[in-house]
């Protein structure tokens, strides 16, 4: 059975960052909806769609996965269902 879908869990810091950022780029909001369609579909990127990166030598809760849209990079760990977003620095 196919699960339901990924829960995309946005960090306090992630969201710092994204509304920092979003004054001077007000292109975000479209880019980061692409991504968490991307992500709630499937974060392990099974079907080589997305352009997700799993990062070497990166641990667990500094974002071991990285997705791209556009000029944005967006780091992820997953835990189970639950992606939790940073944004890539």
Known sequence: MKPAGF???????FERDYHSLL???????GHFAAVLAALKHGP?????RHQIKKLEGVA???????????????????EGINVFLQLAT
Do not use: C, M, S, W
């Open 44 to 48: 392990y990127n099974r079907t080589r």
């Open 7 to 13: 829960a995309a869990v946005a960090t306090a810091r």
């Open 60 to 78: 667990p809760g500094d974002g071991q996965y990285r997705i791209r849209d556009g000029r944005f990079r967006f780091r992820f760990d997953i």
């Open 23 to 29: 004054k001077g780029h007000p292109e975000l909001p």
